[in-house]
């Protein structure tokens, strides 16, 4: 996905966005569709071998059929927010797009995605054998509004070569937190005893703070919880004060570090693990750094990982009843249809959106084949968060810094962060 975390998640640590040149204008729209083919216009942000991948299954989807023609339109991710609206407001925006789903929820409230129960009603669309967590967390208010697209879990990413180095085999993987902080101080280095390792235990940016409520599911809560900001409970504190104590504090991972900050080391070989999405194989192996990976373990009374997670979406160009919105459906379908999963799942390094998928058919991706079963405990980055997303998020960055260069008690800093989303998300 050409990120570091766009999905930051930005991660990074978010995902942002998609955008729109000019598109097809209402009149085209008419046209195309009394000429016979109905044109549809799709917008999403990849840039590297997803595209790609994106593009040969829109060619085949073309291919297939003479009633429709998905024209793609790749943009970077970041520009969506400045396009999206006037294009729809001009009739030349998409008429579906790739978009992440907590970010999704604005636009759905100035009604430009449409939802899409119909879709899951049609047995056709086969949704039953899609995985039900991810479409579960495409909902907003009880409807559908997201078609799974790309989800991808995190989990921990290593350097072979230093987990072969310190004797560590599979055996050792750990499954739970405190195994995982055992295991880290284990990898971290510090040889002239100056209180700055020359390799870390693991790299957990705390810039980019994608990880807060991902700890806080682990502990059985969560960031906002029936619509109200959380992180001014027992658990909140309990989780984030473990791990200031147990990481940061032991200096097992850097401080004040961006999610970009904490790749760099970890495919300079300064850092032996990380928390983050599969697309860090290929930029490690690009800097010479072969990587292996285990699920991100459990916490004190769930399994949990973070999800980087983006649905496709119907705007309010391709309206009810229309040709377009017919044919959007049938590129929805056609994309999730499982012979297109594997293309995409092998090909693009995203696990398959079905569950008929078996490892047998990812064979030739045996790092998808692996971390497939993992979105089984994925979850949103700001799933529970009802509104203000991206400021929310900028919250969160914003806190994660003020926890890992804390001392003491940090009911104080979580307490003032509480109040701030709190109104983040009453505005």
Partial sequence: MGRVRVLALSSAVA????????GCGSSQSNSSESSGVTKITLWHGFTEKDGQVVQKIANEFNDSQKKYRIDVEKNPWNVINDKLMSGLSAGNGPDMLAYQADLAKGYIDQGAFQSTDDYYSDSANESRLYRKNVVNDGMVSGKHYGVPMGHAPYSVYFNKKLFEQAG????????SWDELVALAQRLTIDQDSDGKPEQYGIALADKDSGYI???LQADKTDLVVKGKAALNSKEALQTLTYWRDNVYAKKLSPTNISLTDAQTLFV????????????????AKDKGIETGTFEFPAGPKAKVTQAASLYWYVTSQAK?????KRGVYQFMRFFNAKKQQILWATQANYPPNRTDVTSEDLQANPLIAQITPYMDNAKLLLGSVPSGFADVQSELNALGPKISASTGDISPILEASNTKIQSLINQ
Avoid: H
Wanted: glycine content about 12%; aromatic content about 12%.
């Fill in 268 to 283: 300079s070989g300064k850092a032996a693990m990380f928390f983050i999405g599969p697309w860090v194989v290929q930029t």
């Fill in 15 to 22: 995902l942002c966005a998609v955008v729109g040149l000019s």
């Fill in 168 to 175: 560590i085999g599979p055996d050792q993987y750990p499954k």
């Fill in 320 to 324: 009810d009843g229309s040709a377009k």
């Fill in 213 to 215: 409520p991902t700890f």
